[in-house]
């Protein structure tokens, strides 16, 4: 029984050779903010890696770095308002840039990039450009935790999340102004890992039905209120997005209260365990990978109010609970010939140990399990971490990163298992 740790391909502070990079075209979008001083290992990095790295910089950019330090650390000319058309064979810059890359990284995105981009202006060559584009884009924002807390700035992220763009960071730390909090960039390191996986995906779940849980389930007691938990169904939403990127058929069955968007697949949206069951029971026999991010509520009430409950009409009050189906259990006990199956474990202690205990009771191929105690919480936020357990014995360490990669991460694992032999029912 080995014990592998993997991470995101990072080793000793090196990236592991032949890391997916190599040859890729990538466009760095340079933004008015401090960070903007980590470009240049930025650059070096990505091109360490094999990456061929072009510029576009925003006027505020220029402010922060000179174009000349990044045009001679890529190799190439800079675009920036400052140059016009100048070195443009078709004199249009943003459309030669366009369909020039791959992908895109926005990095820093400043509030105000991040704003242009989800409002669709094209005022400058970065904007220009990454309208004119549908290759990938990966943001890094930067920013200080107020700009950032904005009910503006996250809207907008929302939208351009919502059109399949990627975030890196931001991470809490200590930002320029001194002060600590959240919104400090990524490190260039952990880009580079993102421009990776943005860019790795093959097409290796072409055609395969893919069904995904998230988020909490909600269990009425009265007609307005739930039993719930804390789970934002965004785990699940990048699993789903990351089968999508890989070719896959996707169908998320989601109880998140606020469901995103998923271009491309079926978004099914559900409040209780037992309406998650059945949508989940209807897609089964047609499914070849189920991936169960939801946290499933335990218990229910045997019985919901008819009416709102009034607090004149109980001093106290007593709601008797009874068992929710165990769906994991369910689903595993009808999966058809050649299903894989991969649970979740959330735990507040003994994350390994129950997470194992999970994996053999339920009869799953793989199983997640990730802390949801302490600062480093799975649920509610953008970033986790977790350990994938494998029956055998073997474990993954997948560490503390955007949800988008660890997603990513997870569906290479399962996509593993579809191309392993065994039709996968001796789990059950
Ligand atoms: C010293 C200084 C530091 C700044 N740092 C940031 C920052 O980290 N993040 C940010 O969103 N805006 C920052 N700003 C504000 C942006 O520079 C400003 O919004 C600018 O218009 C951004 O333009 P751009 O997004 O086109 O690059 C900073 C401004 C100054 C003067």
Redesign the pocket.
Known sequence: MGTSHEGFGCHNGRMMEGSGLAGRRVLLH??????AVKVPSLITALRQEGAEVRVA?????T??ISPLALQALSGHPVAHPGRGGAGSESGMPHVDLAQWAEAHLVV???????A?LACGLAD?I??ATLLASRDPLLLA????TG?WESPATQANLQTLRGRGAHLVGPASGR??SGHVGM?R?AEPGEIVEAARLLLEPGRELQGVVVLVTAGGTREPIDPVRYLGNRSSGRMGTELARAALRRGAEVHLVTAAALPEQLPGGELVPVETASQMLDACLERLPRTRLLVMAAAVADYRLAKPFEQKLHRAEHEALDLHLEPNPDLLQELVARRPEGLRVVGFAAETEDVRSRGRDKLRRKGCDLLVANPVAGPRSAMGGDWSEAVVLYPDGREVELPWSPKSLIAGRILDLAAELLSSPGDGSEAS
């Open positions: 340079v933004c008015g903010g401090i960070a910089m925003t006027a505020a950019a402010s922060f820093p995105a400043t509030a105000s990039t991040i242009r400058d970065v904007s924002p930067a920013m200080e700009m930002l320029a919104g960039m």
